[in-house]
C-alpha cells in the first residue's frame, strides 16, 4: 500500500525558515511527480509547489516564490519543502502528494495519492 508521510512541520516566527519532509513508502513514486498543497482553516486547499519526477521541471505559487524551494532525493523515496522568509499568511495545514503528471496538479489540484498534512503556524 502506498503511503506518504509528511514531517518538520511547526511553530514558527515570521521571517523564519521550515523544512518539510513526505517520505513515501509502500511502492517507489520515482516515476510520479510530486506536490505540496496548503489549507488555511476556512479556504480551500491550493497548490503550493510542485515538481516532476526526474526534478527537471517545478512549478510555484505566485505567492510563495523566491521563497520555497521543492526538492526532491528519488533515492530516498522522499521529496522536500524548505520555506524561508515566512509570513503569517502561510500559515496552513501542508500536504505532500503524488500523481502520475506534473500538469494534473497544476489544471485539476488532483492527486493519486495524499498524506496525512502537517501543520505550519507562522506568528511571533
Known amino acids: 500500500q502506498k503511503q506518504l508521510v509528511e514531517s518538520g512541520g511547526g511553530l514558527v516566527q515570521p521571517g523564519g525558515s521550515l523544512r518539510l519532509s513526505c517520505a513515501a513508502s509502500?511502492?517507489?513514486?520515482?516515476?510520479?511527480?510530486m506536490g505540496w498543497f496548503r489549507q488555511a482553516p476556512g479556504k480551500e486547499r491550493d497548490l503550493v509547489a510542485a515538481?516532476?519526477?526526474?526534478?527537471?521541471?517545478?512549478y510555484y505559487a505566485d505567492s510563495v516564490k523566491g521563497r520555497f524551494t521543492i526538492s526532491r532525493d528519488n533515492a530516498k523515496n522522499t521529496v522536500y519543502l524548505q520555506m524561508n522568509s515566512l509570513k503569517p499568511e502561510d500559515t496552513a495545514v501542508y500536504y505532500c502528494?503524488?500523481?502520475?503528471?506534473?500538469?494534473?496538479?497544476?489544471?485539476?489540484?488532483?492527486?493519486?495519492?495524499w498524506g496525512q498534512g502537517t501543520q505550519v503556524t507562522v506568528s511571533s
Open positions: 509502500g511502492r517507489t513514486f520515482r516515476n510520479y511527480a
Open positions: 502528494a503524488a500523481n502520475t503528471r506534473l500538469s494534473v496538479f497544476i489544471n485539476q489540484l488532483k492527486a493519486d495519492y
Open positions: 515538481i516532476t519526477w526526474s526534478g527537471g521541471s517545478t
